[in-house]
């Protein structure tokens, strides 16, 4: 195949480029490609068999009070590498977030379940979502994806071991549930889908089972080799930011068994495999902003 891939330098876009080592691949990251600009996004996606757009607006809190600029990326941005993808017949995977829904559920979200967003950046990947799908409906994949971390970028893992070096504790959030999702898994999942005959859709594209920010934090400190116990946990209330989270983000995955692929394994399984690939092990700056792709 000959694979686009836009946001390429993000920790997903990096760990894309590498799974995709079999086919060729333009990787094309911000300062390369401006999604929000549909004549380049055309000009770019011509003579390409698919698409990968990991491209997005991630500052969560930000969106709040930008959601133009949010939704120009991921709603806009979104649609112009649909409608290119579908001009130059090419299929289309865009990435996007348990964001989408209310995180008010007590069991997995289905694939098909209504989107309901509770925050600005969930609306502009939600309206993402619809585009695409209008857009190019016979072609597109929505894979949506959540707590994701790699060794490419900053992101919650390796914030925790950040922090490890400079507190003797440090206090997760317990009341919030999801799937850690390593970028690695994800990435590899993401060929395996346009390499095989899968429908167009949705899919849910996130580790196995399921974890509080507190339990993940805690088999990050195991994985890289530090003390659990130095891992305390609290609630929501003690970190008040400016956009609501959802409080349950399971995603289910019945898509992939329909279309007769395996779901990701488990993120256990995944946090092991990443720590011996050095995924927890720093190099350059991070922060603490949850949701980078």
Request: a negative charge; glycine letters at 8%.
């Amino acid at each position: 195949m000959r694979v686009l891939i836009a946001g390429a330098n993000g920790q997903l876009g990096q760990d894309l480029q590498k799974a995709f080592g079999a086919h060729t691949v333009t990787a094309l990251g911000r300062a390369e490609l401006d999604v929000t600009d549909r004549d380049a996004v055309v000009a770019a996606v011509a003579g390409h068999d698919a698409v990968v757009n990991a491209s997005a607006y991630t500052k969560v809190d930000d969106a709040e009070t930008h959601e133009d600029e949010a939704y120009a990326i991921n709603a806009l941005g979104t649609e112009n590498l649909a409608i290119a993808a579908a001009a130059a017949g090419a299929r289309y995977v865009t990435v996007s977030t348990d964001y989408v829904f209310d995180g008010h559920a007590t069991e997995p979200y289905a694939e098909d379940t209504p989107r309901d967003p509770i925050n600005a950046y969930g609306r502009t990947k939600a309206a993402g979502e619809e585009l695409a799908l209008a857009a190019h409906p016979e072609g597109t994949y929505i894979v949506r994806t959540a707590w994701l971390y790699g060794a490419g970028g900053a992101n919650f893992a390796r914030t925790m071991v950040k922090l490890a070096a400079t507190h003797e504790t440090v206090s997760v959030v317990a009341d919030q549930l999801g799937q850690p999702t390593w970028t690695g898994d994800l990435a590899a999942r993401i060929v395996a889908l346009l390499e095989s005959d899968a429908p167009s859709g949705v899919y849910h594209g996130t580790n196995s089972g399921q974890a509080s920010w507190f339990e993940f934090a805690k088999a990050v400190f195991s994985a890289a080799g530090l003390n659990p116990d130095r891992v305390t946990p609290t609630d929501s209330a003690t970190f008040v930011r400016p956009a609501p989270r959802p409080s349950y983000s399971v995603l289910g995955h019945e898509a992939w068994a329909k279309a007769g692929l395996e779901p990701l394994r488990s993120w256990q399984e995944a946090l092991a495999d990443a720590a011996r690939h050095g995924v927890l092990e720093l190099e350059t700056d991070d922060d603490t902003q949850r949701g980078g792709r």
